[in-house]
């Protein structure tokens, strides 16, 4: 789906600080959305977790910068993460390119698939709503 010019892919779950999480069996991949990555700017660094590191949704569990921004990101789902993408550390523009493809962040083994309950889908209307907000805030 498409919400302006952001591109919000509609089999993926999103929450309220821009990541997202694509489910394949029991692994959850989490990136960063098109209007995430927009509203850091370029981003310089991405922190490559540790793999095999437990984690808790909504916990911070590796950092990121950006020209605008530094911060951690935070957990989509609880579990153990089982990958994580290299590329992005040498190559961490990658995120602002491909932010559904070759610039995820991480997968995990999710220990609670009803975590994504929690999470906002792009079919929903709440979601328009949700970013038609964030761009107020941010003036994007």
Do not use: C
């Not at 390119?97 to 995990?108: A, M, Q, S």
């Amino acid at each position: 789906m498409k919400i302006d010019k952001y591109e919000f892919p509609d089999d993926l779950y999103y929450d309220e600080e821009h990541n997202w999480a694509r489910v394949e069996g029991g692994i959850v991949t989490q990136g960063i959305s098109d209007f995430g990555q927009d509203l850091a700017d370029e981003i310089v660094y991405a922190e490559v977790p540790r793999v095999g590191r437990e984690v808790e949704q909504g916990k911070p569990f590796m950092s990121m910068e950006s020209g605008k921004w530094v911060g951690r990101v935070k957990a989509i789902v609880s579990g153990k993460i089982t990958e994580a993408n290299e590329e992005i550390e040498w190559e961490s523009t990658i995120i602002n390119e491909d932010p559904y493809g070759e610039g995820w962040l991480t997968r995990f083994e999710a220990a609670d698939l009803s975590e994504l309950d929690s999470l906002m889908r792009s079919s929903d209307p709440t979601f328009a709503e949700f970013i038609a907000a964030e761009r107020e805030k941010y003036d994007k």
